[in-house]
């Protein structure tokens, strides 16, 4: 325990690291702030705006909160009509607020693709008719109408947050090996009673507490500054409700897919998705850390090795060369980690054919399963994308284990990664 609280403060000491964590609150806090000073809600005639227009659009829910039928459409409609005229600078429609929004989205002829396409809401449809109504009726549940806004808001942060955290550990972590690396102690570490058992461990535990910890923070900063502001209702309203993603509502398998799935669904996945990809961040720079002569080396070797594959993804084909190999691009990297297992030995032919086999038998695996099991997701970066949340509820409608099998494999990648790292570091 001492040295693991020795090794904690080394990390969270640093002037790097302390400017770091404060700037990326500011960063922080400031994107949440511009979702409420960005609000806008014109009730009966009366213009709205930032936190005021929020706490006016919750209280107005307050009054149609519970299951959607036909006679509280027509009653809001009735009450705050449709919204009408289009800001060009914006691409939104103008004097509108939560609930008419919500019903010409979803229970209107009105539709907003552009301003330049678009149509404002003129009469409503029966619930039963519209596609909410059709999906709800498909899967058994229940259509709800609740201020369901802060699962958005929250869900935005937390995807911007986890990019900065990212940035925030790779910085963080860097040093833990390859600075004794640089100034050459390492050997003198070595030489201690405690050095290359426990210190090696108290090293790697520190790092991973750190990587965890910047997820709580930022999970429970996001949770707080939302329940103040926005409130946490709408847990068991659609996806597609909350979102707003009104265009992926279809009838496709029945309706089962991810825009009727419980917004609570979605929250526990996305949670644990950047749960996995934080902590996979943390052992992919603890291993290059302690693969690294130098912080600036590991801070270099980690950012590429993450942010390489999703940047080739994005401009690959579907189809392509390149798509495959960022679909097996965590295999690529498993096979690269596990040629710390194979020593140096005098025969140099053997040990090239062994390490030759460790990079090859991952590598082989994933090319294999290129087509049936989503290795790309399993990367950090993927992992907390809200966007995926949509391929994952497709694929595990053709194979049901495929979320499992997909976060089970993420933690592996991370348990693997930190073996490596401790395997690397004592055998340099």
């Not at 942060?157 to 102690?185: D, H, K, R, W």
Request: glycine share 6%; aromatic share 16%.
């Amino acid at each position: 325990m001492r040295l693991y609280k020795m090794e904690l403060y080394k990390i969270c000491s640093k002037k790097l690291f302390l400017f770091s964590v404060l700037a990326s609150l500011a960063i922080l806090l400031l994107f949440f702030w511009s979702f409420v000073i960005g609000a806008e809600s014109t009730v009966n005639g009366v213009k709205y705006t930032g936190y005021q227009a929020v706490q006016m659009d919750r209280e107005i829910t307050e009054e149609f909160k519970g299951v959607i039928t036909d006679q509280k459409v027509a009653q809001i409609v009735e009450k705050y009509g449709f919204p009408n005229g289009v800001s060009e600078d914006y691409n939104v429609f103008l004097y509108k607020n939560y609930l008419n929004n919500f019903v010409m989205h979803g229970f209107s002829d009105g539709y907003f693709h552009d301003w330049e396409d678009y149509h404002v809401g003129t009469c409503t449809y029966p619930v039963a008719e519209t596609e909410l109504g059709k999906a709800g009726a498909a899967t058994g549940k229940t259509l709800l109408l609740e201020y369901s806004y802060g699962w958005q808001v929250f869900t935005e942060v937390l995807q911007t947050g986890c990019v900065i955290g990212m940035a925030l550990i790779v910085l963080a972590l860097a040093p833990v090996f390859s600075e004794e690396s640089y100034i050459n102690t390492r050997q003198i570490l070595f030489t201690t009673k405690e050095g290359k058992t426990k210190d090696v461990i108290a090293k790697i535990a520190a790092g991973m507490t750190v990587a965890i910890g910047v997820y709580a923070v930022i999970v429970l900063l996001d949770f707080a500054l939302v329940w103040c502001v926005f409130g946490l209702d709408g847990l068991n309203c659609f996806y597609s409700q909350v979102m707003e993603e009104w265009n992926f509502i279809n009838d496709w398998n029945n309706y089962h897919s991810a825009a009727v799935d419980f917004m609570s669904d979605f929250i526990i996945y996305f949670m644990t998705a950047c749960f996995l990809g934080m902590a996979e961040t943390g052992a992919v720079s603890l291993y290059f850390s302690a693969h690294c002569k130098s912080s600036f080396q590991s801070v270099i070797a980690t950012a590429m090795s993450i942010l390489v594959p999703f940047l080739l993804f994005m401009l690959s084909d579907v189809r392509g060369i390149i798509s495959v190999l960022c679909n097996i691009s965590v295999p690529i990297l498993l096979g690269i980690a596990l040629m710390c297992f194979i020593p140096d030995i005098a025969n140099k032919g053997y040990s090239f054919i062994a390490k030759t086999v460790c990079f090859t038998f991952p590598v082989a695996v994933g090319y294999l399963l290129r087509r049936r099991f989503l290795f790309y997701i399993a990367l950090p970066i993927w992992l907390i994308m809200r966007s995926m949340y949509s391929d994952m509820v497709f694929w595990k409608s053709l194979f049901p284990w495929m979320q499992s099998a997909v976060f089970g494999f993420a933690a592996a990648v991370s348990v693997i990664f930190i073996v490596c790292s401790w395997k690397k570091y004592r055998c340099l």
